[in-house]
């Protein structure tokens, strides 16, 4: 698929590290099951093994892959980021469903050793009394899901109350694009007033280098003049500064932002420019910095200074919210230009065409190429241009001469005047539109996705005729924002597909999909705790989790559809699933926790996106596990007593139950 190992792919595949090894424990965990319940032999206990989770192990490959699937279908920079998760999590996970349908049960076959029935409450030492302990709380929860269930209808009000906080929580969420990365560097864009000199602007740039290499985050700093990511010109600054390794700035306040804050208030005391420390954006092709990039239009034709009185009124207006900060135009400000009025009749009269003056003008403030003389055994260009003290003034314009079409010189004051004006350095255009730049970030505590809405707001205040666009990150955040309900949708909808096809019952996929929300709730809380933001590595972990979470109900739904096959009753049947598929739920859950906690924890260089995706993660897989396991019972007896199967579907799963041999000690 041509993708490289980078960050994104890195994330998926510490993802999947926790989530491979789920096949290989449920198929291990069932044949230690059988073998000391019932005293079999490796061999004997792994064949019944196979026979009673195969199924289990397909139809959790099926969810887990069938989750991702969506997320290849994307357009765009959010296509790309999500398809290398997909891409990374679907081929692994077949690997590993594969691995548990192969390997493992030749390695359990072949490496475990024969035991008595019982052997794991007669072990001593830690792992007995691990075992005793966990056989204790397994029975307690089985004692509390046999309360719950012949009441189940009842809990369903909970589950009710747990969607409608998962809702709230969800739009109270902050959102965003990306998380601001600490990329160990920092970008001081200066601007100075219109038509200062490089020599200001380089007395400025040393008083910035001044104040930056003071600070103990600070390596290096390298500066240009003349160039500034609002524009060229010589007012125009751009600093490059190179911050110290991760491991050297360990302690609180001495990330990049940090600095860029403190450093926008140490730098603010220089009067002579506009100083502003910016980190570098998430992805270096969509933008110069971090923040939002918002576009002012004109789209009524009203003019510039009409776009420049609305852009001034909306910076007004941003500078005294509270939700936003740094709010700047990005580009270079309307300066003093000389204009030169040529009396056209004059011009004609003396019969001087509009092209000579043209080339005259342009040959001596700009330059003209020649042709080349050899030199030294080198050829050599001839330019010619008017000397530097014969074009400082209005003047020197006008002394000009242009010849005629008889060939006669005639000055360009003859026919030309000269007039000092305030013009546009630069002319932007978004969409067709005249536009005006405007950049600027969200307050400390606000997200980038509460900037722009605010921005929004505060561009509806102005006239009639004025609209705006956003571009760079931006843009990407809204077309990811408006695309995340879509993208869940698809991901529960194709695991209910998958589900139904693979069952072929209707019934049991809903008992699944009931668990979503109870591991979409801890996604959500862990995130708010931890203040961060609804974004693109949000998404995935939550699309992770509504794999995950299918997962843990498929374990135990797989046995109540087999028991109630044999015929069980239908609380009987989901009490004894619950009971036998507690140990391997918690085991595989505890597997992917501690895989993805390096993620939750970690620093130095990409940790904000690895602390966003592992947080999520983490408290999805919580939450799903601790409420799954008392939920998944309720609904499928809730959904089995409503939804009867038909007598073919009675056939089919009796026939399945037969051959998986499932059976629960009373």
């Not at 026979?51 to 969810?63: C, K, L, M, R, Y």
């Not at 190179?242 to 700035?249: G, Q, V």
């Not at 005047?417 to 255009?429: A, D, K, L």
């Not at 801890?522 to 961060?532: F, I, M, S």
């Amino acid at each position: 698929m041509g993708f490289s190992i980078n960050v994104l792919t890195m994330f998926g595949m510490v993802l999947v590290i926790g989530i491979v090894v789920d096949d290989a424990i449920v198929v291990v965990e069932n044949v230690e099951r059988i073998m000391s319940e019932e005293g079999l032999p490796p061999l004997e206990a792994t064949r019944k093994a196979m026979g009673q989770i195969s199924g289990a192990i397909i139809g959790v490959t099926v969810v887990l892959i069938s989750v991702f699937v969506p997320l290849a279908f994307f357009s765009g920079s959010v296509g790309n980021i999500y398809r290398q998760f997909a891409a990374v999590m679907g081929v692994s996970i077949a690997f590993s469903a594969f691995m548990a349908l192969s390997l493992t049960p030749a390695l359990c076959a072949t490496l475990l050793k024969p035991v008595e029935a019982g052997h794991h409450h007669a072990k001593t030492g830690f792992f007995g009394w691990f075992n005793r302990g966990f056989s204790r709380t397994a029975k307690g929860y089985e004692g509390v899901v046999a309360r719950i269930l012949p009441r189940a209808a009842r809990y369903l009000v909970i589950y009710v109350a747990i969607v409608a906080g998962a809702a709230v929580v969800y739009l109270r969420l902050p959102t965003s694009f990306l998380p601001n990365e600490d990329q160990g560097t920092l970008l001081v864009n200066v601007q100075l007033p219109p038509g200062a000199t490089q020599a200001r602007a380089l007395d400025v740039m040393q008083q910035v280098e001044g104040f930056m290499l003071k600070q103990p985050e600070v390596q290096s700093m390298v500066s240009v003049l003349g160039f500034s990511f609002s524009g060229q010109g010589q007012n125009a600054a751009l600093a490059f500064v190179t911050l110290k390794d991760w491991h050297e700035r360990k302690a609180p306040g001495t990330s990049a932002q940090d600095l860029a804050g403190r450093a926008f208030g140490g730098l603010s005391g220089i009067r002579d420019a506009f100083i502003f420390p910016l980190s570098p954006p998430s992805i270096p092709e969509l933008g110069s910095s971090s923040g939002f990039a918002f576009r002012l239009q004109d789209r009524a034709g009203l003019g510039r200074d009409a776009l420049l009185a609305a852009r001034n009124q909306l910076l007004g207006a941003a500078s005294k919210s509270p939700i936003l900060t740094q709010v700047r135009p990005d580009g270079l400000e309307d300066a003093p230009q000389l204009q030169l009025d040529i009396d056209r009749d004059k011009a004609n009269a003396l019969g001087v065409s509009f092209d000579a003056i043209n080339a005259v003008i342009s040959t001596a403030l700009g330059s003209a190429y020649v042709n080349d003389f050899p030199s030294a055994g080198r050829l050599q260009r001839v330019v010619v241009q008017a000397d530097a003290p014969a074009r400082m003034q209005p003047d020197d314009l006008l002394r000009l001469s242009v010849a005629n079409n008889k060939g006669q010189a005639v000055p360009l004051s003859a026919f030309a005047s000269t007039r000092w004006i305030t013009g546009p350095m630069q002319t932007v255009r978004y969409n067709g539109y005249p536009s005006m730049r405007i950049s600027g970030s969200a307050a400390p505590g606000q997200s980038t996705g509460a900037a722009m809405m605010e921005m929004e707001r505060l561009a509806t205040q102005l006239p009639q005729g004025f609209g705006f666009e956003w571009t760079g990150l931006s843009r990407e955040e809204k077309i990811a924002g408006s695309q995340a309900i879509v993208l869940y949708a698809f991901a529960i909808l194709s695991v209910f597909l998958c589900l139904a096809a693979l069952y072929e019952s209707w019934s049991i996929p809903l008992a699944v999909i009931l668990v979503v929300p109870l591991g979409v709730l801890g996604v959500l809380l862990a995130t708010l705790t931890r203040g961060y933001a609804n974004d693109i590595y949000f998404q995935v972990g939550l699309i992770t989790i509504i794999g995950l979470s299918a997962k843990n109900a498929i374990l135990i739904i797989e046995f109540a559809k087999d028991l109630q096959a044999q015929g069980k009753g239908v609380i009987e049947a989901a009490l004894a699933a619950a009971h036998l598929r507690f140990r391997p739920i918690v085991m595989t859950s505890m597997a992917f926790t501690l895989g993805v906690l390096p993620l939750a924890i970690s620093t130095g260089a990409g940790s904000a996106s690895q602390r966003a995706i592992g947080t999520g993660v983490i408290g999805g897989i919580l939450s799903g596990t601790a409420l799954a396991v008392l939920f998944v019972p309720i609904f499928f007896v809730v959904v089995r007593g409503l939804f009867k199967d038909s007598p073919r579907q009675q056939q089919v799963h009796a026939e399945q139950a037969a051959h998986m041999g499932v059976h629960s000690d009373d």
